[in-house]
């Protein structure tokens, strides 16, 4: 517990912003893109821009893990819903998304469907083995942080035997957006924020494509002095040329990542094509359920197929999720589209890009 | 065992709703006003007085650090006490689905008797009746009560740039405390709601100085700062280091990702005082049971927004909450 505050003193964090502006050249910008919802809500609860030199730019990237199921797949949750008489779990980020033609999960559970908020995947699991009588579809969203518990769930339900208990398979895994980042011509990132969660899971490897081509990948814990000092480890690392993974979160990361976990998503999951919003169709970048899991496998079993829309008209998420636009220059930002009324999903998660713009700064 | 239990007879107005308001209600509220079970209350009472209502739904019914029924109470009496009001007369009404325990039912009545006993005010009136238990399985309670004014802290007017806010107690510790006790979470919580009554504050510090005061309870710290701002042309500048909060509730606002400064309170009242007195103010609530934690946080500004310099020296706009809390990924 200790160490936590200690990564919040404030004199340290003064000190390193102190060293981010001494090393900075005034005549280059320095492009970050943190790719964690996370990390984006960290860097405005602690103001972390406003304490930056005025070129170092962050940009957030594809890591809201509500931002980036696409819009077929949030249709989906609502076609079984008229389907079936079911009940949807689901975590409760994903209860203002709208669906396309407007309407959320919350406004559906206003009209008396059955749709329950879950803090974590074995609840959802003990909820279904608590009423047998009843059906239940549990939205598994997410990166590899939050896939393992997914997978655990899964795998506690046939433990148990339950056969009233089914998946949305939705997890989305990081290194083929990061390959697609890579070979996205407008990207104009020098380098990157890497998520602390997802590599707690992951381990280092994933990212050694970026200093391969020629980005800075420091990974980064969730603190203001964590950032800070990873911002400058991505600083020095632009400044010299010299790029490398460096793991700045080792109180929690290791090299190889948490073998456990990935054997538990070898168990359960097999790699399969996943729609990103605003992204597309990324080859080997979902995870769904393997032949021996997939009778839990809610899109099989109530005939369901995500459609190909990827994104919602009128709605630029897409382009705020690449880091071409910043959230304020998509003209429905506050404006047709509030954290109240959502129109789309970047405003609906506190870790959306648009949110947390909206929320945290004037 | 043969657990008593609340049934429709219990509502119909019948003996059983008679039983049940003179064996438990009456029994319990001390003051001969509601043992008189007329149709209405007498009360006298003179000078110019405050009317508070609020109804009160939280699920679970018991939760660290308080229940229901005591809160049923503050919450009523408190929105009175930063009113500038000192609380009176109260009424309290109930709504019990069929089937509740009559056991549980009877430590809700008991903890709103001792708080109200607590604050001194007295429950003069109210009412029972029964719902079929799937509109709800935990009691709702109705209280209104009635002060006699001693300042009026609503006006918006008197607020000026420059004056200081203070916040009589650390913050976000009831919200927490509801989502920790949530079995789902398995937590060993420690975190206790701040469920009290904000009388015994204004009790101690009198009026003078305080230009306007208002209960942080849902929406937290930040509705209250925002719903003044909307009102006024300035706003507020916050400090975070001043900002008083556990450092377990500052982890579970951090897992669940909620910003400390829209969860809910139940013993928090937001103050506005005047710069030269704000010290003296200070020091008499922290001399409270429910204030020693008290800190002045930030001033009144000139810019109509409200925004907090954060510990590392950066700026940021608190947010305005939106809707229900939703706890997300994790
Ligand atoms: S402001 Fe709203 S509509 Fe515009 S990109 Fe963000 S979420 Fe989409």
Redesign the interface.
């Given at each position: 517990?200790k160490l936590?505050?200690d990564f919040?003193n404030?004199e340290l964090?003064?000190s390193l912003?102190d060293k981010i502006s001494a090393e900075v050249f005034d005549e280059k910008s320095y492009n970050i893109m943190e790719i964690c919802?996370?990390h984006t809500?960290s860097i405005?609860?602690?103001?972390?821009?406003?304490?930056l030199p005025e070129n170092v730019n962050l940009l957030s990237g594809p890591g809201c893990?509500?931002c980036v199921t696409s819009q077929g797949e949030i249709d989906a949750i609502f076609e079984i819903l008229a389907k079936t008489d079911i009940c949807v779990l689901t975590?409760?980020?994903l209860?203002?998304v709208p669906g396309s033609r407007g309407e959320s999960l919350?406004d559906m559970q206003s009209e008396g469907y059955d749709i329950r908020?879950?803090?974590?995947p074995l609840?959802a699991v003990?909820i279904a083995e608590k009423e047998p009588d009843r059906n239940f579809v549990l939205v598994g969203?997410?990166f590899e942080t939050?896939a393992p518990a997914i997978a655990a769930s899964v795998v506690s339900a046939e433990e148990r035997s339950l056969r009233n208990f089914y998946l949305l398979a939705y997890n989305k895994t990081m290194p083929e957006v990061i390959k697609f980042l890579l070979n996205d011509s407008k990207l104009n990132v020098d380098g990157f924020l890497c998520p602390g969660h997802v590599s707690v899971v992951t381990g280092e490897e994933i990212y050694f494509s970026l200093p391969e081509n020629n980005k800075a990948a420091v990974i980064a814990g969730?603190e203001?002095v964590d950032i800070?000092s990873s911002i400058l480890y991505i600083i020095y690392q632009i400044n010299r040329n010299e790029f490398k993974v460096y793991n700045n979160y080792s109180r929690a990361v290791r090299r190889e990542g948490n073998i456990k976990a990935k054997k538990l998503l070898e168990e359960v999951f097999v790699k399969c094509t996943a729609s990103w919003r605003g992204i597309g169709q990324l080859k080997n970048s979902g995870l769904c359920l393997n032949k021996k899991y997939e009778h839990f496998d809610a899109l099989k079993v109530f005939d369901v197929d995500p459609r190909p829309a990827i994104a919602k008209e009128g709605c630029r998420c897409g382009e705020v999720l690449k880091g071409y636009i910043l959230p304020k220059e998509c003209s429905m930002f506050g404006n047709g589209c509030?954290?109240?009324k959502p129109f789309g999903p970047c405003m609906v998660?506190?870790?959306g890009a648009c949110a947390a713009y909206f929320?945290?700064?004037? | 065992m043969n657990m008593k239990k609340i049934t429709m007879a219990h509502g119909s107005g019948g003996k059983a709703t008679n039983d049940l308001i003179k064996n438990l209600i009456v029994e319990n509220f001390s003051g001969s006003i509601l043992g008189n079970l007329g149709d209405s209350a007498y009360i006298n009472l003179c000078g110019d007085l405050a009317f508070s209502s609020d109804s009160f739904v939280v699920q679970p019914e018991f939760f660290p650090g308080g229940d229901i029924g005591e809160l049923s109470v503050y919450g009523t009496c408190n929105d009175l006490a930063v009113s500038g009001a000192v609380p009176m007369y109260l009424s309290f009404s109930l709504i019990l689905p069929n089937g509740y325990i009559m056991d549980d039912l009877e430590k809700i009545v008991k903890s709103a008797a001792k708080a109200a006993d607590e604050v001194g005010i007295e429950v003069v009136c109210g009412d029972t009746k029964v719902i079929n238990s799937h509109s709800s399985n935990t009691p709702i309670i109705n209280t209104a009560g009635i002060g006699v004014m001693g300042a009026s802290l609503n006006d918006y007017s008197k607020i000026k740039p420059g004056d200081k806010v203070i916040l009589t107690s650390d913050i976000a510790r009831h919200g927490m405390a509801i989502f920790s006790a949530r079995k789902e979470l398995e937590l060993e919580n420690s975190i206790q709601s701040d469920c009290g009554n904000l009388y015994s504050i204004f009790e101690k510090t009198g009026y003078d100085g305080i230009k306007f005061s208002r209960d942080a309870t849902r929406g937290g710290v930040a509705a209250v700062l925002h719903e003044i701002s909307d009102k006024i042309s300035a706003g507020f500048y916050l400090y975070e280091n001043m900002i008083p909060i556990q450092e377990d509730v500052v982890y579970l606002c951090e897992f669940l990702g909620f910003d400390p400064l829209v969860v809910a309170n139940e013993g928090v009242a937001v103050i506005i005082s005047e710069a030269k007195k704000a010290q003296k103010i200070l020091n008499k609530i922290r001399q409270t049971k429910m204030g020693r934690n008290a800190s002045i946080v930030g001033e009144v500004y000139e810019t109509n927004n409200v925004v907090m310099e954060t510990k590392i020296g950066g700026v940021r706009t608190v947010e305005m909450p939106s809707g229900d809390l939703l706890p997300r990924i994790c």
């Open positions: 517990m936590t505050v919040k404030p964090a003064k912003i919802g996370t809500v405005f609860r602690y103001g972390i821009r406003s304490v893990p509500v975590f409760g980020d209860m203002r919350e908020v879950v803090l974590s609840d003990d969203i997410g939050t969730f203001p800070l509030t954290p109240e998660s506190t870790e929320k945290y700064s004037s | -």
